[in-house]
């Protein structure tokens, strides 16, 4: 593995492994640590949202909708987009990133009983996220 | 061994990006008026049971 690949694995507070078929979360990261509990509860249930959408994304998107990242980044709510942009992600990264935050945010979402389209997000990316996840509700 | 291809993990590396990710989907819920604070999970254990404290 390249140092630069190996030092943003070391970084990450999650991953999916592909051909492992499996998620892992580092609830030993720095990051997180001196978060009160309900904060580290989340995160940690973000992170492994935000991972099985990554998962459900790379296994189920299609060319397209690879290449019609940087499109569905500028139709994010800004923060996430933003967030992504920074992260330094490869273009060809964008879709997966953006499909694996919406998922997770759909997820926090449906925990507090709320349901359907979110008012703040773009139908192209709902309709993109139910394709990929088979989101049904 | 066959060897993996290096993932790119989700990059959240400081304590500010992860106020950052709490304070987007805090902004996000309120705006659809929905209660932010995280409401857990049933089966919850007690908090004290993580590895943080």
């Known amino acids: 593995m390249a140092p630069t690949d190996r030092r943003g694995l ?4 999650g991953v999916w ?7 892992l979360v580092d609830a030993g990261h720095p990051a997180l640590s001196d978060l009160d509990d309900q904060s580290f509860e989340m995160m940690l249930a973000r992170i492994a949202w935000h991972e099985w959408g990554h998962a459900l994304s790379v296994v189920r998107a299609e060319t397209e909708d690879i290449a019609d990242g940087e499109r569905l980044l ?15 992600y490869r273009r ?3 879709t997966h990133e953006l499909v694996a935050d919406i998922y997770a945010l759909l997820m926090s979402r449906r925990r507090r009983g709320e349901t359907g389209k979110p008012p703040w997000l773009d139908d192209r990316i709902y ?3 139910r394709r990929i996840s088979t989101w049904n509700d | 061994m066959e060897r993996l291809t290096p993932p790119k993990g989700y990059t959240v590396t400081t304590k500010q990006d992860v106020e950052e990710i709490i304070a987007i989907e805090a902004e996000l819920l309120r705006s659809e008026g929905v209660d932010p604070r995280w409401p857990g ?8 049971d993580h590895q943080q404290k």
């Open chain 1, 10 to 13: 070391a970084d990450a507070v």
């Open chain 1, 74 to 88: 500028a139709l994010a709510p800004r923060g996430v987009s933003e967030r992504i942009r920074r992260a330094g």
């Open chain 1, 17 to 23: 492994i592909e051909e492992l078929r499996l998620v």
């Open chain 1, 127 to 129: 309709q993109l996220v």
């Open chain 1, 92 to 94: 060809s990264q964008f």
């Open chain 2, 41 to 48: 999970f049933p089966e919850d254990r007690k908090p004290e």
